[in-house]
Structures are given as structure tokens and as C-alpha cells.
């Protein structure tokens, strides 16, 4: 009992977000983040834009001029000094290829 109790644990905590399932495709890890402010499938809630089917290098100067500062923030320039370049380029690509 036990075992079946922590494989299911396991599982759900492993499933992509519900967001994502309605989307038809689940996000990266890296940029399922991203879909609590810019809702689901990145696309916008609110004041907060909308990233998908956006343009790839757009999106990727987007988020080095957040990392670096350049761009002003309330938030965006805070979260994105946590990825390296690896992860803004997943980014990027994935809501790039969102609709």
C-alpha cells in the first residue's frame, strides 16, 4: 500500500500542469514557470502580455534584457537572473512555437 501510495505521489508531481494538458503541449520544466503569470499556453493574462507565438530571438533579447537589467521590471529582470543561457534559449523556442 504504501508503494502504490508513493509511485502516485510521484506521478502527480511529475504530470505537466493543467494549463499545459488543456494547451496539447506540455511545457519544457524550465518554462512552465512562466505560465502562472503569462497563463496558460503563454498566452497573457490580465495586464501580463502574451509570449506565445512570439518570435524566438525576440523573445530570447526580451529575456537577456531582463537578466541583464536593461529592460525595467517590476519582476521579470528578478526571475530571469535565475537561467542561464541553456534555459532562455528553451524558453524562447518553446513559447516561440506556442499558439
Known sequence: ????????????????P?????????????AQACLGCHGPAGG????VPA?????????RALLHAFRSGERPATIMDRIMRG??????????EHFAGAR
Open 51 to 59: 509570449i506565445a507565438g512570439r518570435d524566438a530571438g525576440e523573445l
Open 1 to 16: 500500500m504504501q508503494r502504490h501510495l508513493s509511485r502516485t505521489i510521484l506521478l502527480l508531481l511529475l504530470a505537466p
Open 44 to 47: 497573457g493574462a490580465g495586464a
Open 83 to 92: 537561467y542561464d543561457e541553456a534555459e532562455l534559449g528553451i524558453m524562447a
Open 18 to 30: 493543467p494549463a499545459a494538458l488543456a494547451a496539447g503541449t506540455a511545457a519544457p520544466p524550465v
